[in-house]
């Protein structure tokens, strides 16, 4: 099983909570309730922990970049994350309520969590901080760290970022095809799951659907400015994007990107910096996801979706993406708490989010990894342009 990549053991999963949920008894299901229970509050613990051991370092490591080469990236990254985030808002507002009927489905349900079974017992395992306490102390720490250019708290930093990872990848990892076979058990059971699974291939297809529109838009921009040609252009990406959707990684995606680059002629100094610094800030592609994903879980739920408040969930996922751990569903495991705290998600929408976004994370990545080369386009031309002045 360990042999197998996290997606197929995701889909495995899901399909044996779905026999289990329609064919077992309910003995067996509140046991998988059970250790949802725990695993649940286990990843509350988590959440605000990942906060500070990724931010804090991401933010750390951008303050020991190359000045105004840094902010001119940093800022077109953010900028390119924001619009993906704002267009798969709009996407989603337009076209999911065409066959998400949450007034239809729900009023004869109420709520769908009310009908889920009850583990047998629970552990509480309180966080040690709030989501938002972590995240301002991520920023405190960070931009402290980056300004007084010590290396004390900045080791302590990467050490503590090194503990999260080993964490996520050795036990959160291996545990969530569990945790979800679970979610899927009881959803079963509930008479839930049928309506969850008809509605989200509808959900993944609008969602490629709009990488490959961002993806687009992004080359547009990069080569007008660069003045390039942009069929040609996007050509010389293929092998970039078909890389990252083997291996489902923009970290272990760098060294091709880095060639995709070169044949797009950008310079080296700049592709050479540009491409691995954005593998860990420029999440375009796994913001388009998050968003259109929460929007669907919310409407399933028949939970408010207001602009106001999808505002500040794609504002603050730009940053707290920020050098996300080099495991597959990295993004979504850094934007637990925002969607928990931003959104009111409970544990049984969290774990929903944890599946829905890994089955599709290797379309996210390519789009990621895609706009990594659009930006280097861009930055190449700005700064070749600046030096000229």
């Known amino acids: 099983m360990k042999k197998l990549g996290l997606v197929p053991r995701l889909i495995i999963a899901i399909i044996l909570g779905i026999l289990i949920g329609k064919f077992t008894f309910e003995p067996v299901v509140r046991?998988?309730?059970?250790?949802?229970?725990?695993?649940?509050?286990?990843?509350?613990f988590c959440i605000p922990l990942i906060i500070l051991g990724f931010v804090v370092a991401g933010i750390a490591d951008l303050g020991q970049g190359a000045?105004?080469?840094?902010?001119?990236?940093?800022?077109?990254?953010?900028?390119?994350?924001?619009?993906?985030?704002?267009f798969a808002y709009f996407v989603a507002k337009s076209f999911f309520p065409l066959f998400i009927h949450t007034a239809e489905v729900l009023s004869d349900a109420g709520n769908p969590e009310d009908k889920l079974l009850a583990p047998f017992f629970k552990i509480?395992?309180?966080?040690?901080?709030?989501v938002m306490t972590a995240l301002i102390l991520a920023f405190l720490l960070g931009l402290g760290i980056a300004a007084i250019k010590e290396k004390t708290l900045y080791n302590i930093a990467s050490e503590f970022q090194k503990i999260m990872e080993k964490t996520i990848r050795n036990v959160i990892v291996p545990l969530l095809p569990v945790h979800i076979m679970g979610i899927f058990a009881n959803m079963t059971y509930a008479g839930e799951v049928g309506r969850i699974l008809g509605v989200f291939w509808k959900v993944f297809l609008i969602i490629i659907a709009a990488h490959l529109i961002i993806i687009l838009f992004q080359y547009t921009v990069a080569c007008s400015v660069g003045k390039k040609n942009i069929f040609s252009t996007l050509k010389k990406?293929?092998?970039?994007?078909?890389?990252?959707?083997?291996?489902?990684?923009?970290?272990?995606?760098?060294?091709v990107n880095l060639q995709c680059s070169e044949n797009m002629g950008v310079s080296k100094g700049i592709r050479e910096f540009v491409v691995p610094l954005c593998a860990t800030i420029h999440l375009s592609g796994s913001t388009i996801t998050l968003t259109s994903c929460s929007i669907a879980v919310m409407m399933l739920n028949n939970?408010?979706?207001?602009?106001?408040?999808?505002?500040?969930?794609?504002?603050?996922l730009g940053v707290t993406m920020v050098a996300a751990p080099g495991?597959?569903?990295g993004a979504v495991m850094a934007a637990l708490g925002i969607l928990q705290s931003?959104?009111?998600?409970?544990?049984?929408?969290?774990?929903?989010?944890?599946?829905?976004?890994?089955?599709?994370?290797?379309?996210?990545?390519?789009?990621?990894?895609?706009?990594?080369?659009?930006?280097a386009i861009l930055v190449d031309s700005l700064y070749k342009g600046e030096k000229k002045e």
Request: proline share 5%.
């Open 31 to 44: 046991l998988l309730a059970t250790f949802n229970a725990i695993f649940g509050s286990f990843l509350g």
């Open 67 to 86: 000045g105004k080469l840094l902010g001119l990236t940093t800022a077109i990254a953010y900028v390119s994350t924001l619009i993906a985030g704002f």
């Open 124 to 130: 509480d395992m309180p966080p040690v901080m709030g």
């Open 237 to 255: 990406q293929i092998p970039g994007y078909l890389t990252a959707i083997g291996t489902q990684s923009s970290a272990a995606t760098i060294p």
């Open 303 to 316: 939970m408010p979706v207001e602009f106001s408040k999808m505002v500040g969930f794609i504002a603050m």
């Open 327 to 329: 495991v597959p569903g």
């Open 342 to 375: 931003m959104l009111g998600f409970s544990e049984a929408q969290l774990a929903l989010m944890i599946a829905l976004y890994i089955t599709q994370d290797s379309f996210g990545t390519a789009c990621n990894v895609s706009g990594d080369n659009a930006i």
